[in-house]
């Protein structure tokens, strides 16, 4: 037995009781109120005519970022997105997770190593996009022995 396309087929919308519309491929029964023989239409969509005109736009979109890449100034945005949307993309992105990751195991490892633990912040701040806050750092001299505080 061959079936036959589904373009070929026929369908029916009928009215029901309640006055929904309802559809079948058999007539309608003899409660409903109004019948009519369809053909359905063909579900394609000639998208031909507008590929060209996005690939050149995307084409120039991609030339520009190059160049201000190449003139040292800072990375285009994608139209439609800010800078913030990309932030938060990158830091819950799975490199920004591994490196965070690792800077935690090697901040709580039995014998840290503060190099290595620098090195790990490093990569974490650069995985995630995020620039690296300025540290300070505190000398704690204890007093010498025998002086009192007035």
Do not use: W
């Not at 037995?1 to 009781?17: E, R």
């Not at 201000?68 to 800072?74: C, E, K, L, T, W």
């Amino acid at each position: 037995m061959m079936a036959s396309p589904i373009s070929a087929q026929t369908f029916y919308k009928c009215l029901g009781p309640q006055g929904r519309p309802e559809f079948s491929d058999k007539p309608c029964a003899a409660g409903s109120t109004r019948q009519e023989k369809q053909q359905p239409r063909d579900n394609t969509l000639d998208a031909s005519g507008l590929r060209e005109p996005h690939l050149i736009q995307e084409n120039q979109r991609l030339r520009q970022e190059l160049d201000s890449q190449r003139a040292g100034g800072p990375p285009a945005v994608p139209p439609g997105r800010t800078p913030s949307d990309l932030q938060a993309e990158r830091i819950d992105g799975i490199a920004c997770q591994r490196a965070r990751r690792d800077l935690e195991l090697a901040s709580n490892s039995i014998s840290p190593n503060h190099a290595t633990i620098q090195a790990r912040r490093s990569a974490m701040y650069g995985a995630c996009g995020m620039r690296e806050p300025p540290q300070v750092t505190i000398i704690n001299t204890p007093a010498p022995s025998g002086y009192r505080r007035p």
